[in-house]
């Protein structure tokens, strides 16, 4: 498997300044997680740190890439392309031999998804509380990610959901089932 440094070097030449950053934070935040629910530090350091890698493909170049590379994606994901970054970013994490559940832990970060283990919620946690993260809730779900990793999945979803509300965009099934299933474990 490809190096934490090999890959931050390859991210830096690659992403924005603002995403290799949240990409660094995300790494960080993923290793605090990992440590706290007895994850792999350093698998949990490689994901969290490549989980964008995928994000700043422009559109048309991001089509060409799943067809290329024949990459299953639903309705939701053609009318909401913010999500496919995702998938793209699970395939092309390949290239540094991420295992399968890595892979997965990619490909669920920004939807969620009811087959997420717990390197998957410490990524999707990892993601939206790292440090330059700012938003109106974002200590409260810190506070609650090294409480209990269910609860601060439950709310992260709960603020997408909101979110897309707003914005009136299409809201991705898989994270209302993964909603679902947290929520029945808490009744
Ligand atoms: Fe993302
Ligand atoms: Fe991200």
Do not use: C, W
């Not at 993923?30 to 706290?36: F, G, P, R, T």
């Not at 698998?43 to 490549?50: N, P, Q, R, S, V």
């Not at 031999?97 to 990524?123: R, S, V």
Request: charged fraction near 30%; charge should be negative.
């Amino acid at each position: 498997m490809e190096s934490i440094e090999n890959i931050q070097a390859q991210l830096k030449e690659t992403l924005s300044e603002k995403r290799y950053l949240h990409s660094i934070g995300t790494m960080k935040m993923a290793k605090i997680l990992a440590k706290k629910y007895n994850v792999d530090e350093n698998i949990a350091m490689l994901t969290g740190l490549a989980h964008d890698m995928g994000k700043e493909i422009p559109l048309d170049k991001a089509m060409e890439y799943i067809k290329e590379n024949k990459i299953v994606i639903d309705e939701i994901e053609k009318q909401n392309t913010a999500l496919l970054h995702a998938k793209i970013g699970a395939y092309m994490s390949k290239k540094y031999g991420f295992t399968e559940e890595m892979q997965n832990a990619i490909k669920y970060h920004t939807t969620g998804n009811p087959e997420m283990d717990n390197l998957a919620k410490i990524i999707y946690v990892a993601d939206k509380t790292e440090e330059t993260r700012n938003y109106e809730q974002v200590e409260e779900i810190r506070k609650l990610a090294m409480e209990n990793i269910d609860e601060a999945v439950i709310k992260i979803l709960d603020h997408d959901i909101e979110k897309n509300i707003k914005k009136k965009v299409l809201i991705h099934p898989d994270g209302i089932l993964l909603r679902n299933k947290l929520l029945l474990k808490f009744i």
